[in-house]
């Protein structure tokens, strides 16, 4: 019992090493109050849903609850950006920065209250891409609040509205190429 209530107290890793140790290493922290995993494909190219993922600053113009984003330095790997999720400030960090491949980010919600590590894992698959998204969370008394199946609805939504946009630009593109080519006719 004692153990139980001192781990709902727990904040997990501090933030340097969960950015250091874990999200560069891949990993999350499987020690943290809520974890989730969710994997989709997409039916667009790896470099269609990358080109969604890696604009940072072009979130909420396809996440609904994603809006003030602030990227003081660019996006590079250990640069800082800002974020809304909601209600929620998060003060993230990218870690991995690898095209087509994978972005993965740390950040720290409530002042330090919870800290996440967030990954976004891309695969070619012929004309189509699947993406995993899987996320850890941790903080004081966050399993109270938050639990593994929100964080999984997260990441579903998250994913279907990636899915949206990155097919969307898909089916454009052909229309955009016949009307180029109409004209030049």
């Given at each position: 019992?004692?153990?139980?209530?001192?781990?709902?107290?727990?904040?997990?890793?501090n933030?340097e090493?969960?950015?250091d140790?874990?999200?560069?290493?891949g990993?999350?922290d499987?020690?943290?109050?809520?974890?989730?995993t969710?994997?989709?494909?997409?039916?667009?190219?790896?470099?269609?849903?990358?080109?969604?993922?890696a604009d940072?600053?072009?979130?909420p113009?396809?996440?609904?609850?994603?809006?003030?984003?602030q990227?003081?330095?660019?996006v590079?790997?250990d640069?800082?950006?800002?974020?809304?999720?909601?209600?929620h400030?998060?003060?993230?960090?990218?870690?991995?920065?690898?095209?087509?491949?994978e972005?993965?980010?740390?950040?720290v919600c409530?002042?330090?209250?919870?800290?996440a590590?967030h990954?976004?894992?891309?695969?070619?698959?012929?004309d189509?891409?699947?993406?995993?998204a899987?996320?850890?969370m941790?903080?004081?008394?966050?399993p109270l609040?938050?639990?593994?199946?929100?964080?999984?609805?997260?990441?579903?939504s998250?994913?279907?509205e990636?899915?949206?946009?990155?097919?969307?630009?898909?089916?454009?593109?052909?229309?955009?190429?016949?009307a180029?080519?109409?004209?030049?006719l």
């Open positions: 019992m004692l153990t139980k209530l001192l781990r709902l107290f727990s904040s997990g890793p933030i090493d969960l950015h140790f874990y999200a560069k290493r990993r999350l499987e020690h943290a109050h809520v974890r989730a969710y994997r989709v494909r997409i039916d667009a190219p790896v470099d269609v849903v990358w080109g969604h993922l940072i600053a072009r979130w113009d396809w996440s609904a609850g994603i809006t003030d984003v990227l003081p330095h660019g590079a790997v640069r800082p950006f800002h974020w809304r999720n909601g209600i400030r998060i003060d993230s960090r990218i870690a991995v920065l690898a095209p087509e491949q972005i993965s980010w740390t950040g409530g002042g330090f209250l919870a800290k590590v990954r976004q894992l891309l695969v070619a698959d012929g189509g891409t699947w993406v995993t899987e996320e850890s941790s903080g004081p008394l966050l609040y938050y639990s593994d199946a929100k964080l999984r609805d997260s990441l579903v998250w994913m279907a990636l899915q949206r946009v990155a097919e969307a630009a898909r089916s454009a593109a052909p229309r955009a190429h016949a180029a080519t109409q004209d030049q």
